[in-house]
């Protein structure tokens, strides 16, 4: 029955199959339409399910990435005190407006550089062309300054804005402000934003291109202490930069106390000392422990005020710097080498006895000058000048009276109307002189020392192309010719003279300590060598510095209650001017107690008299030091442990 | 009894779910994607949730009365509403608002009125009651490009704003309710043909050079990461981060911290893709899938031609909608301004759509009663 009914049934359907139904038909085509919703949904899940099921976990780290933003956190730079504990730096906010370039929508980006301008003043051009510029580099993410050093009440009123100007940031960074302004400058130095080949060199170590770093001074030489340990921080932010919240921190190890071996008192009396002589010329002083090598206060004249160098550079005073001829950033204490005059007699002395060459009763006759005739044609006589005729000297006396011609004795020798003295001749001069540090740098740690000259006849056939003559050995006995030295590397030598012969490495600093007041670089002397010369020898030369203040050349250095031994030095230098004398440079190196010697000064003036302008200034300077009242004389130690960081 | 003249009032339930879940589905949506610009949703009655709900409410109040009124009342009407709403669409042409530099909404009453939405219904039912009309001419050369200048003078129009995705939105729904009238395939193979050749024309010369940039950066989005192609980006990364089970409602970080634009309406798939995860955009596909096949079930069960092709067209131009709104979403379509129907956030886009369903369950509810056929 039910197979009967089925093949009526069929039968039935499949007539109208020749003339096509329309509703069959329809019902055909709306089970395309199906097919096709089918499809299209099957297509969609598929990509959906590539997306989030075969590379969800690539995208979820991507998202991760989209929002954490991995910052450094600049670590607050270390602090520098003097070695009394008088605190010589600070660091303080400076406010500079920034702009992320991947939180800029393209589309505002105009309207973000005219926001700019009415706030700030910067031309919309040049932030377009900022923002665009760091779209296209590598890290879009970088902040980029558009304008730095901005006062507190603008940088208030653009915080107020931020809201209307998506990526841009008020970026807020410690600054350098030097506390004693023109008084430090020259030990401490300064610090600065870092330029791209210095970026480029530190990068591996944690610096950012908006970093700063110490330039000069004990700045840059400590500068891997003083920066820290930058730290990171993971922090959130949404779409335009704002910063939601901090997930993780690895906070920042605060830079190390540097302390200095800088007495801040006495390199503020030195300076003002030095300023009178100095009458707005070139000038420097330097004052060092006899014993240790460590500088007590370190001047140079004209100065600068490293405050112009921190925070937004004030363009003004840095060019006023850069125009002033006596170069006001050039540390004349141990960049600048000049002629060391008489003062180097210090060294041709001490050599001429360890060599025998002279002994404390060789008595020679100085009486202006000496004749010198030429070697091929006797009747051309050379004159080698004394600054005055003395008559008869011993040693003391010599160095005394600072005669030439008693020098000339000893370094070149004499041997001509009937007298026949040995001299040390050049080569044994020229090896005491560098054994004195002299013609290299001392190694004192601060940027930009010069190294100065000691001459000898080969350096002279290379650089002039022209024999040594016995009158350049007379020129260098007395610290003048091809002779130059920074005052740092003369006042080594008077040290060294003072100490019975031992060679320092100077040092501004005298030790590092970290935060907790741990130290890190302890206070230990650093020794170059020990000259080859007795202590006999030396205590003649002591001995006979202090015969030139208690009654030679020196004596406009001496004071009351304190017996000082010292050489005075007045140096030719340039051309002879119209009325035939050249302008000559003042020196005075010595130390005191003489007997007893503790601390060493030389004082350089670009122009003036040895005895008349730098003896006094140098005597001065051991006086105060010796004679100030008490409280001022804080404990040589160190200070308050711990000293707090900002 | 005459029972060959009373209605069925039968009513799909299961249509009317659908839309509503979609609707309420979307309204989640926009409540999360605007929680970063407007907070929680405080009374305010601007607030995107609130505008959608009351919209909602008279989408469905629209649709239950389109359910009572016989759907052939619209028959006469046909040529007056197409003709008003292309009025609409000129208006908006002459007088429109603007975003993103297109016109696209006229305002009334403070009220933006997207026109092309409405025109879209209008169109549907011109073109099927021009079919309907024509039942026996259909297979005409004369039928089918009458029925093609039907929906190509709102597409040029809408092409005008620009607005492209809407002119396809046109010449699509015009292939669905063809196929079902009943053109010849021949004539649809011609367009086709026709189409092809002139394709690479119309990319090169007549696309504004806003969808050449659009179909350059969707082939290569990291071109210009920051700019044009970072809303594909961070749509695609959104979307992929939700994984199977969606970072949770209201914690998708990329949706919460403002990294997706326009979140509410062009990409709001992505909202949901990464809170609710690859289960989460399922269920959406499935309250789709159903919603169309109940459209298709109207389209089977419809007395006549007229209301058949009126459930075709509807059923077509939201199936494309989504296709393309999704696709984009998905890296699949190049970027094109289609809203997800029901879902994204829009007033004339969700009232014209329940509306049309209303429309649908008049198609259904007023059937006249056969007990058996004859």
């Known amino acids: 029955m039910g197979l009967l009914t089925n093949h009526r049934r069929r039968r039935w359907r499949a007539e109208p199959a020749e003339q096509p139904d329309p509703r069959a038909q329809t019902t055909a085509r709306l089970n395309i339409l199906k097919l096709v919703v089918v499809v299209a949904f099957v297509a969609l899940a598929v990509q959906l399910a590539n997306l989030q099921l075969v590379r969800g976990h690539e995208f979820q780290q991507r998202a991760q990435l989209n929002q954490l933003r991995i910052e450094p956190i600049i670590p607050a730079r270390g602090l520098i005190y003097d070695r009394n504990g008088v605190q010589l730096v600070d660091n303080v906010p400076s406010f500079s407006a920034v702009v992320v370039a991947a939180d800029i929508p393209k589309a505002r980006t105009l309207e973000i550089a005219d926001g700019l301008q009415q706030l700030l003043g910067v031309p919309p051009l040049e932030t377009t062309l900022k923002i665009e510029q760091a779209r296209r580099s590598n890290d879009p993410f970088a902040p980029v300054i558009i304008k730095d050093g901005l006062d507190q009440t603008t940088a208030f009123r653009l915080r107020e804005e931020l809201s209307h100007l998506p990526g841009v940031q008020i970026a807020v960074e410690p600054v350098r402000h030097y506390l004693h302004g023109n008084i430090m400058s020259d030990v401490l130095g300064f610090t600065g934003r870092i330029d791209p080949q210095e970026f480029a060199a530190l990068k591996s170590k944690g610096y950012i291109p908006s970093d700063r770093l110490g330039k000069a001074g004990v700045e840059a030489t400590y500068e891997q202490y003083l920066r820290g340990v930058p730290g990171r921080k993971e922090i959130e932010k949404d779409a335009t930069g704002r910063e939601i919240r901090t997930l993780a921190q690895d906070p920042a190890k605060p830079g190390d106390t540097v302390v200095l071996s800088i007495d801040y008192d006495l390199q503020k009396k030195t300076t003002e000392l030095l300023q009178k002589a100095a009458n707005g010329g070139q000038a420097a002083a330097v004052v060092m422990d006899v014993h240790t090598g460590e500088v007590l206060a370190l001047v140079s004249l004209p100065t600068y005020d490293g405050n112009t160098f921190s925070g937004k550079v004030d363009a003004a005073k840095y060019q006023q710097y850069l125009n002033d001829p006596n170069k006001p950033l050039v540390n004349h204490a141990i960049s600048e080498e000049y002629a060391p005059g008489s003062i180097f007699k210090q060294i041709t002395g001490t050599a001429a006895l360890q060599e025998g060459v002279a002994t404390t009763s060789t008595t020679i006759a100085a009486n202006g000058y000496i004749l010198v005739p030429n070697e091929y044609n006797p009747s051309i006589l050379y004159r080698f000048n004394d600054w005055r005729s003395f008559g008869n000297l011993d040693f003391y006396g010599g160095v005394a009276w600072s005669s030439d011609v008693y020098f000339y004795y000893l370094a070149g020798g004499y041997h001509w109307y009937g007298q026949n003295f040995n001299g040390l001749g050049v080569d044994r001069l020229a090896r005491y002189a560098r054994d004195y540090g002299l013609g290299s740098k001392t190694g004192i740690d601060l940027t930009g020392e010069a190294a100065g000259n000691i001459p000898d006849p080969a350096w002279k056939q290379k650089t002039f192309g022209d024999v040594w003559t016995l009158g350049d050995t007379y020129n260098m006995a007395i610290g003048q010719g091809f002779v130059t030295a920074t005052p740092i590397q003369m006042v080594r030598v008077t040290v060294a003279v003072a100490n019975g012969g031992t060679l320092f490495v100077p040092r501004v600093v005298r030790e590092v300590r970290d935060a907790q007041g741990h130290v890190i670089v302890p206070n230990v002397p650093k020794v170059a060598r020990q000259l080859p010369i007795s202590a006999a020898n030396f205590a003649i030369m002591r001995q006979a510095m202090m015969d030139s203040v208690s009654w030679g050349a020196a004596t406009a250095a001496h004071v009351n209650d304190l017996a000082i031994a010292g050489k005075t030095g007045t140096a030719e230098f340039g051309n002879p001017g119209a009325n035939g004398v050249s302008d000559t440079h003042a020196w005075f190196t010595g130390f005191a107690p003489a007997n007893n010697p503790q601390l060493a000064v030389t004082v350089f003036l670009e122009k003036g008299i040895g005895g008349v302008n730098a003896a006094p200034i140098g005597a001065q300077i051991l006086d105060y030091y010796f004679h100030r009242p008490p409280q001022a004389t804080a404990p040589a130690a160190a200070p308050p442990q711990g000293i707090a960081q900002p | ?374």
């Open chain 2, 1 to 374: 009894m005459n029972l060959r003249n009373t209605p069925t009032h039968e009513f799909d339930y299961l249509l009317a779910l659908a839309a509503v879940a979609l609707t309420a589905y979307g309204a989640l949506l926009i409540y999360s994607g605007s929680l970063a610009t407007y907070g929680s949703p405080s009374a305010a009655l601007s607030h995107p949730v609130s505008r959608q709900i009351a919209f909602a409410v008279v989408g469905v109040v629209a649709m239950l009365v389109l359910t009572r009124v016989d759907y052939r009342l619209f028959g006469p009407l046909s040529l007056t509403l197409y003709v008003l709403s292309l009025a609409g669409l000129v208006f908006v042409l002459v007088a429109g608002g603007s975003a993103y530099g297109s016109r696209r909404w006229i305002s009334i009453g403070g009220t933006q009125v997207q026109a092309s939405e409405i025109a879209k219904v209008c169109t549907v039912i011109m073109l099927a009651k021009f079919f309907a009309d024509n039942e026996e001419r259909v297979k005409s050369l004369r039928v089918f490009a009458i029925s093609i200048a039907i929906v190509a003078v709102p597409a040029v129009l809408v092409v005008l704003e620009p607005d492209l995705g809407s002119a396809f939105v046109f010449l699509i729904l015009w292939f669905g309710v063809a196929l079902i009238a009943g053109v010849r395939k021949l004539h649809i193979a011609g367009l086709f043909a026709l189409f092809a050749a002139a394709a690479p024309a119309a990319v090169l010369g007549v696309a504004a050079g806003y969808q050449k940039e659009r179909i350059s950066i969707w082939l290569d989005p990291g071109k210009d990461p920051l700019g044009t192609g970072f809303n594909i980006l961070q749509a695609e990364i959104s979307i992929g981060s939700g994984g199977l089970l969606g970072k949770g409602f209201t914690h998708g970080t990329q949706t919460q911290l403002d990294y997706l634009r326009t979140q509410t309406t062009d990409y709001i798939f992505s909202v949901g893709a990464e809170e609710l995860g690859f289960i989460g955009a399922m269920v959406l596909f499935g309250l789709f899938v159903l919603l169309l096949f109940r459209c298709l079930r109207v389209a089977g069960h419809a007395d006549d031609m007229f209301g058949r092709l009126i459930a075709v067209g509807v059923m077509t131009f939201i199936l494309f909608q989504v296709f393309v709104n999704i696709g984009v979403n998905i890296r699949l379509v190049p970027v094109t301004g289609v809203p997800l129907p029901f879902v994204s956030q829009g007033g004339s886009s969700l009232i014209t759509l329940l509306a049309a369903l209303g429309i649908l369950q008049s198609i259904l509810g007023h059937r006249r009663k056969r007990s058996r056929r004859v």
